[in-house]
């Protein structure tokens, strides 16, 4: 039976799932939610997520939200081209990566993001995107240092690639869709969205809204 994939276009947290359902090469079909139109807060999508947020899986009777357990699910349940990492110390070190990009690079991104990317243009708080730049690139300093611009965590693409990347993605929009507003990513950053970039199964996973 194949896993039922629910995601928003741009979304990093779903775009993390989708990196990963692609890197265990497994079998899904895609629902791709609008939230203009209010598809998150329909009952029969509350049922499955009371959040009110993607992603979501669905895999036999198992419904599930938060993008972070669904990877973890993903690779007990389906342990082929494990995605958590190898070993005990590339799998602790490869959470904590992703934990960190949840809980401190997506806090201030999320604050840019509203202020640039959904609000009409040039009409953002000035000061509050520039609290939100500081704070973007303190984190990003600490990440750059976690890379050479390869995979975070050994030698092939983990969930700490997985989380960071669509991260950094949707930082990157902010300059091309508000330029000035922007955040100019550490070399070694560039050089790491360039490897995760150049993976066979990335192309498949770009937001469909941003191929128009
Ligand atoms: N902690 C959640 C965060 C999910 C989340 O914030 N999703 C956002 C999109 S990035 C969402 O669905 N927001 C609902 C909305 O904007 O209406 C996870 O990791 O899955």
């Given at each position: 039976?194949?896993?039922t994939?629910?995601y928003g276009?741009g979304?990093?947290f ?5 990196l990963?359902?692609?890197?265990k ?8 939610l609008?939230f203009?139109a209010g ?5 029969e999508?509350l ?9 979501v ?9 938060e993008?972070?357990?669904i990877?973890e699910?993903?690779?007990?349940r389906?342990?082929?081209r494990p995605v ?11 959470r904590?990566?992703a934990a960190?990009?949840d ?8 604050r ?7 609000v ?12 939100a730049?500081?704070e973007?690139?303190?984190e990003?300093a600490?990440?750059d240092?976690?890379t050479?611009?390869g ?8 969930v700490a690639?997985y989380?960071?990347y669509p991260?950094?993605a949707l930082i ?5 869709r508000?330029p000035?507003q922007g955040?100019?990513l550490?070399?070694k950053?560039?050089a ?5 970039e150049a ?5 498949k996973t770009i937001p469909p809204h941003w191929k128009n």
């Amino acid at each position: 039976m194949s896993i039922t994939f629910y995601y928003g276009s741009g979304s990093p947290f779903a775009w993390k799932v989708w990196l990963a359902l692609e890197h265990k090469e497994l079998p899904y079909d895609t629902k791709l939610l609008s939230f203009q139109a209010g598809d998150l807060k329909k009952p029969e999508y509350l049922a499955m997520n009371p959040r009110a947020q993607v992603p979501v899986i669905v895999d036999g009777d198992l419904q599930l939200f938060e993008a972070s357990a669904i990877v973890e699910y993903l690779d007990d349940r389906y342990p082929g081209r494990p995605v958590i990492g190898r070993d005990p110390m590339q799998r602790a070190i490869g959470r904590r990566i992703a934990a960190e990009v949840d809980a401190y690079l997506f806090q201030p991104s999320r604050r840019l993001f509203a202020q640039t990317l959904f609000v009409p243009p040039g009409t953002g708080n000035p000061e509050e995107i520039a609290a939100a730049r500081g704070e973007i690139d303190k984190e990003l300093a600490r990440f750059d240092a976690y890379t050479t611009g390869g995979y975070l965590v050994g030698d092939g693409p983990t969930v700490a690639d997985y989380a960071l990347y669509p991260m950094l993605a949707l930082i990157r929009r902010v300059e091309v869709r508000a330029p000035g507003q922007g955040v100019t990513l550490p070399p070694k950053l560039e050089a790491f969205s360039r490897t995760i970039e150049a993976l066979p199964h990335f192309a498949k996973t770009i937001p469909p809204h941003w191929k128009n």
